[in-house]
C-alpha cells in the first residue's frame, strides 16, 4: 500500500519560511506527478504546486515567486520550500501523488501551516 509521511507544517510570523516535505513508499511502479494541494477553513481544497517525474513544475497563481516544490526520485520525497509566507497561506497542506501505470491518487493525511503575528 501507499504510504505518504508528510512533515514541515507550523506557525511562522508573515514574511517568514517553511519547508514542507513528503515522502512516499509503497508503489511498485513509481509516481508520475507528486504536489501539495492545501485547504483554508470553509474553502475547496486547491493545488499549490506540483511536479512531474521529469522535473515539469505548475503553481498556483497565488503562489508563483514565493513558493518552489522539488523533488527527490531517488527518495520518492517532494518538497515545498514556502518564502515570504502570507496569512492568506493558512490552511492545511496536503501531499498528493499520482501512481504511474494506472494513475490511481494517494492522498496525505494535511499538515497545518499558519502565517500569523
Known amino acids: 500500500q ?3 509521511v508528510e512533515s514541515g507544517g507550523g506557525l511562522v510570523q508573515p514574511g517568514g519560511s517553511l519547508r514542507l ?3 512516499a513508499s509503497g508503489s511498485p511502479f513509481g509516481f508520475a506527478v507528486m504536489g501539495w ?3 483554508a477553513p470553509g474553502k475547496e481544497r486547491d493545488l499549490v504546486a506540483d511536479i512531474t517525474s521529469g522535473g515539469s513544475t505548475n503553481y498556483a497563481d497565488s503562489v508563483k515567486g514565493r513558493f518552489t516544490i522539488v523533488r527527490d526520485n531517488g527518495k520518492n520525497t517532494v518538497y515545498l520550500q514556502m518564502n515570504s509566507l502570507k496569512p492568506e497561506d493558512t490552511a492545511v ?3 498528493n501523488v499520482k501512481e ?3 494513475g490511481t491518487n494517494y492522498w496525505g493525511k494535511g499538515t497545518l501551516v499558519t502565517v500569523s503575528s
Open 2 to 4: 501507499v504510504q505518504l
Open 21 to 23: 516535505s513528503c515522502a
Open 37 to 39: 494541494y492545501r485547504q
Open 93 to 95: 497542506y496536503y501531499c
Open 100 to 102: 504511474r501505470l494506472w
